[in-house]
């Protein structure tokens, strides 16, 4: 999914400086009412969505309001099983795994076709993967392809040094339903990895047809100038694209030659709303039926109004992160006096709705390979003093960074966490100097290159796997954390790569003990997140993974 660090990229700049009109779309239907009442023979839902999408080519978006759309036009090889984290069959109505867990095999379904009315294939499916792993210039920019950087790493011929030797070894069509995926080393990650909306099938033809691959302009600001992404976005989802005016509404109607059980509803429009409270309006107005990311502050309200809260599982976790590009941080005694001058406890429960509850790890403990066996940093302000005082550091001042203008559900009320952590810092010995910065691009590029000593920052999991967290933030060195631990980047090495579950569960709890006694951050919420809908709407279920939620079998009764 998106992940939270990549802000979503500009409309107007995906768009390539033109509106798109309804009447050039795929269907010749007249856009929504305003109201989300619709004529009795068309059943309409109208689901009140952040922001615009990105782009509609799955391949080049990272943020989540382009992941729910295509979510529902395109479908991956694996996906993820309903209302949990497990994986489950997509296209693929079965796979195996070699025994080194580097070559992968997965069995297409029978008689799917993309909405083109091109077969489903493995050629089709090896066709996507090397699209993927050829792609050149501004394409490989982490910024524009993130997920494939993130999973695979590299490409055919890498064009910058930051990337890495790609994981990708060749895809091949044993027959028409038989695809095997080769990896250049073993990781257990990838079906996982998979369930990813970037790694949706798109028809071959209409990639080339609608000239996916041209991008112009530069890595913050892509302008993708061919029309695939933006009016032909052809997978072969349930759903199928209607029309888009950006700012307005975009518009998807359902497949009627889907390969499995058709959707239940005629027509999604998306409308975007951008302030939370804005959309809690709109519902209890009737204006549309349904929206994400409902401020736990409003729920009271809407259940009193008659509308449906449905509460996300806590899959997610907020932690206070420490850059050691700044000397300070390099003290593991400033570490250890941070951790137990923070009182956690105190945060979560004034500054968190029902649910929410103490991170001691950096990954959720609903995720397999989790584990509280290693040391703690209970609040302990008398502790933190004589760490400060050890480590012989005289006045010890601590920039730290918050972000404005965001709102996540591992972090609802930046500046609120901000001024509690800040009080406990000062009474540990701590001198602290605030820096705010507007979260996109300031506060997210800030905190990337590592210029934070102290910030502020979270993870919505992508897919179910430890390695979505613990791989994600320590790996291999970043920028963002500024340090190198061979310990750790070998224990988490070895846990992608090791094929038997139960050694990888062994792995994951060890590296979150190194983590714990080496202290690169402090991880301190995990919250459910929380959305809302019309009393006549029934058939979602909320994933934990945001935000991947299927629309197929949502209805209005």
């Excluded at 890595?219 to 997978?235: D, E, L, N």
């Amino acid at each position: 999914m998106r992940r939270d660090g990549v802000p979503p990229r500009r409309t107007a700049a995906v768009i390539a400086g033109s509106a798109l009109v309804l009447a050039a779309a795929a269907c010749g239907d007249d856009p929504a009412p305003e109201r989300a009442r619709p004529a009795a023979q068309e059943s309409v839902l109208v689901f009140a969505s952040s922001a615009d999408p990105a782009i509609l080519d799955p391949a080049f978006h990272s943020d989540g309001e382009s992941s729910r759309v295509t979510s529902q036009i395109f479908e991956t090889l694996v996906t993820t099983e309903p209302g949990g984290t497990g994986v489950a069959p997509g296209l693929a109505e079965s796979w195996k795994v070699g025994a080194d867990a580097d070559v992968y095999t997965f069995t297409l379904r029978p008689g799917v076709r993309f909405h083109d009315g091109e077969p489903l294939t493995a050629a089709a499916v090896c066709a996507n993967f090397e699209r993927w792993y050829n792609f050149t210039g501004l394409a490989q920019s982490d910024s524009v392809s993130y997920y494939w950087v993130t999973v695979f790493r590299g490409f055919a011929k890498n064009e910058s040094r930051t990337l890495r030797k790609s994981l990708y070894g060749g895809c091949e069509a044993r027959d028409d339903r038989t695809v095997e995926l080769r990896l250049t080393e073993p990781s257990a990650a990838v079906l996982s990895a998979l369930t990813l909306s970037s790694f949706g099938i798109a028809s071959p033809k209409a990639l080339t047809a609608y000239r996916a691959d041209e991008v112009a302009g530069t890595a913050g600001a892509p302008r993708f100038t061919g029309t695939f992404g933006t009016r032909h976005p052809i997978g072969t989802g349930p759903f199928r694209f209607a029309g888009w005016i950006p700012g307005d509404r975009l518009e998807l109607v359902r497949n009627d030659d889907y390969w499995g059980e058709k959707a239940r509803l005629d027509k999604i429009v998306f409308r975007p709303i951008e302030k939370t409270a804005d959309r809690a309006r709109a519902l209890l107005a009737g204006a549309v039926h349904a929206f994400d990311y409902a401020d736990p502050a409003d729920l009271e309200t809407l259940r009193k109004a008659g509308a449906q809260v449905l509460e996300r599982a806590s899959f997610n976790m907020g932690y206070l992160g420490f850059s050691q590009k700044t000397p300070i941080m390099r003290d593991r005694r400033i570490r250890r006096a941070i951790a137990h001058a923070i009182d956690r406890e105190k945060i979560v429960r004034t500054r968190y709705g029902a649910g929410a509850k103490v991170a001691e790890a950096f990954m959720p403990d609903s995720l397999w390979g989790h584990s509280e066996d290693f040391a703690r940093y209970d609040h302990d302000v008398a502790e933190a003093r004589r760490l400060v005082a050890a480590s012989g550091v005289a006045d010890p001042v601590l920039e730290f960074c918050y972000p404005s203008g965001v709102s996540r559900a591992y972090m609802v009320d930046p500046e609120g966490n901000f001024r509690l952590m800040r009080a406990d810092l000062e009474a540990a010995g701590l001198t602290v100097r605030p820096k705010v910065l507007r979260w996109s691009p300031d506060y997210l590029d800030a905190t990337r290159a590592g210029d934070c000593p102290l910030y502020l920052l979270g993870w919505n999991s992508d897919f179910g796997d430890p390695d979505n967290f613990l791989g994600t933030f320590f790996q291999s060195f970043s920028h963002q954390w500024s340090f190198r631990n061979e310990k750790i980047f070998r224990v988490l090495d070895a846990a992608e790569k090791e094929p038997e579950q139960a050694v990888r569960e062994r792995l994951y709890r060890r590296a979150n003990a190194l983590l714990a006694d080496f202290v690169p951050g402090v991880p301190y919420a995990q919250s459910p997140s929380f959305s809302a809908a019309a009393r006549n709407v029934t058939g979602w279920t909320p994933s934990p993974v945001l935000p991947s939620d299927s629309f197929a079998r949502v209805a209005l009764r």
